[in-house]
Structure formats: C-alpha cells, structure tokens
C-alpha cells in the first residue's frame, strides 16, 4: 500500500504528558498538511510544509505544537504539556502541487 | 475556525434512492473537493473539481464547481448501504486572492444513512 500512513493509530496519555505522532506521506508528494478534527467537525487546518519548508502554521497552533518534517519526507508533530482539549483525531494529507490531498488514517489522542 | 456552510447536516434515506447535498462559502474558492469519511478513519478522497461550472462523475457520484465558485454541489445516484458515511466538501482558496494557498476549508460534514 502506497497510501499516507500514520503511527500510533491511537494514543491515550495523561494531562501535562508529551507526545509525538509520525505521519509518511505518498513518496512523491513534496506537500504535506496537518490537520485537528474533533467530533461532529469537519477537519482544521493546523500546518503545512512543502518540501522540508513550513511555509505555513495556523493559529490554532499554539507554542505547545512543534511539527518538523527534516528531510522532507516523513513528518512529526509533537504537542508538549498535553490538555484535555488536546483530544481530537491528527490527521495528515499529501498531495503534489495540483492541489488533491491524499488523507491518512488518523492518529486518536485521548487525554486523560 | 472558517468552515464551509455543508447542507443537509444528515439524510435519512432508503436503498435506492438518490441523494444531493451541498456547501456554500462567502468566499471563491480556487478548487473544490468531496471527500467520504467511515468512523475512526481518515477522510477518502472521491471528486476534485478545478474549474467553476464543471461538472465530473466517479461511478454513481458527480459534483459540481457552481460558477460564481462559491458553491459545490454533490449527487450520489442509486444509493447502497455501503454509501454510509459522513461525506465533507473541502475548498481550497484562490491564490490570487492573497490567502494561502494549498491549506483546505471544510464543511462541517453530511452524515448519511442508508436503509436496506
């Protein structure tokens, strides 16, 4: 499978407990996003990058996010201090310029 | 966060019949997609749209770009159990207008069900 894969599928950690989720985009994929979804929403736009470059993070980024992507391949986002209203679905998207994102399956972070 | 205005929020259907739902924007969009989502996976890409009035099909699905590309329109044909699922519009917003390009907007999400 050639496909966006994402690890661990899902995390359970303790409030002011640090994680870090990995995602491995399509191989040719330059792009890659991050996003949040909470329940009954619609995905959030958290950070993008094109090759290694973050070009973009939004505000919903706070300084607790940190999302590397060092050689441009595969990427990492970690969230330092973990909150309760941290718990949502990561997901991550790639795509080539043209602009179709290719999803993968999520990583679920409960906090406790 | 911006979202899409997505409509119906759910649709209750039988086997068989058709279903169409939409999203709307106060903002033009550069492309459109529509993406289908099952329960703890993430979001299944099923139609991209570039151009404002086309109008594409993927077997029984075909959306299309409305011409003032503020709006996108999804039809689903014959529907089947296996078309359950919460179904998302997404935008991608034009770069010419000086927002950043490449990041999507979605819609809050039209959850369908389907009765045998």
């Known amino acids: 499978d050639t496909g966006v894969s994402q690890d661990p599928r899902h995390k359970i950690t303790k409030r002011g407990q640090n994680v870090t989720f990995r995602c491995d985009p399509i191989?040719?994929?330059?792009?890659l996003y991050w996003y949040r979804q909470t329940l009954g929403q619609g995905p959030e736009f958290l950070t993008y990058?094109?090759?290694?470059?973050?070009?973009?993070k939004s505000r919903l980024l706070s300084d607790r996010f940190s999302a590397e992507r060092p050689k441009g391949s595969f990427s990492t986002l970690e969230i330092q201090r973990t909150e309760q209203g941290d718990s949502a679905m990561y997901l991550c998207?790639?795509?080539?310029?043209?602009?179709?994102?290719?999803f993968g399956p999520g990583t679920r972070l409960t906090v406790t | 966060g911006q979202q899409l205005n997505q409509s119906p929020q759910s649709m209750f259907i039988q086997e068989g019949e058709d279903v169409s739902m939409n999203c709307t924007s106060s903002?033009?969009?550069?492309?459109w997609l529509w993406y289908k989502q099952d329960p703890g996976e993430g979001p299944v890409l099923l139609i991209a749209?570039?151009?404002?009035?086309e109008l594409t099909s993927n077997g029984r699905l075909t959306a299309q770009f409305g011409i003032t590309r503020k709006d996108s329109f999804l039809n689903i044909s014959a529907s089947i159990p296996s078309d359950v699922g919460i179904y998302f519009c997404?935008?991608?917003?034009?770069?010419?207008?000086?927002?950043?390009?490449?990041?999507?907007?979605f819609g809050q999400g039209t959850i369908l069900t389907v009765h045998p």
């Open positions: 998207a790639s795509s080539l310029s043209n602009g179709e994102q290719y």
């Open positions: 191989s040719e994929h330059n792009r």
């Open positions: 990058f094109q090759n290694e470059a973050q070009l973009e």
């Open positions: 903002s033009i969009f550069n492309t």
């Open positions: 749209l570039y151009k404002a009035g």
């Open positions: 997404a935008g991608q917003p034009d770069p010419a207008g000086g927002t950043s390009y490449g990041k999507l907007t």
